[in-house]
């Protein structure tokens, strides 16, 4: 995923934290690697760590587009789901970039536009 790194918001000497834009809407994320630049356009990995669970913090949408906003510590994610393996490793689909998120199968069927509220995602740099 294209990102362009708004501002540094925290850099301490183990974890640096950025707001950032995407095409998809603006967020906060711990930035793995290198402290970035402002203003600099960055390709990354987004990884959400949150275990999904339907009805709790992954709810089918009502939208049809992908978004990304944050909001008081949380990553609200509109994405669409498009897979979900027998082993719970589900795929969400973000504009062009694919996100592997753990969840249970549950009897919607794909693919599907789901919204997801995530404490855990991290930006790792695919061009470092």
Request: glycine letters at 6%; proline letters at 4%; aromatic letters at 8%.
């Amino acid at each position: 995923m294209n990102i362009t790194i708004k501002s540094i918001i925290k850099n301490s000497t183990d974890k640096i934290f950025v707001e950032y834009s995407t095409p998809y809407g603006d967020g906060v994320s711990e930035f793995i690697g290198s402290t970035p630049e402002e203003n600099q356009s960055y390709d990354v990995e987004l990884n959400i760590d949150d275990d999904f669970i339907w009805g709790e913090n992954l709810t089918p949408s009502t939208k049809n587009a992908a978004s990304i906003h944050f909001d008081l510590g949380k990553s609200y994610i509109t994405a669409e789901l498009i897979a979900i393996e027998d082993d719970d490793c589900g795929a969400l689909k973000i504009g062009n970039s694919i996100s592997l998120v753990s969840i249970k199968k549950n009897h919607h069927d794909l693919p599907l536009f789901v919204d997801i509220i995530s404490k855990k995602v991290s930006l790792h740099p695919t061009n470092i």
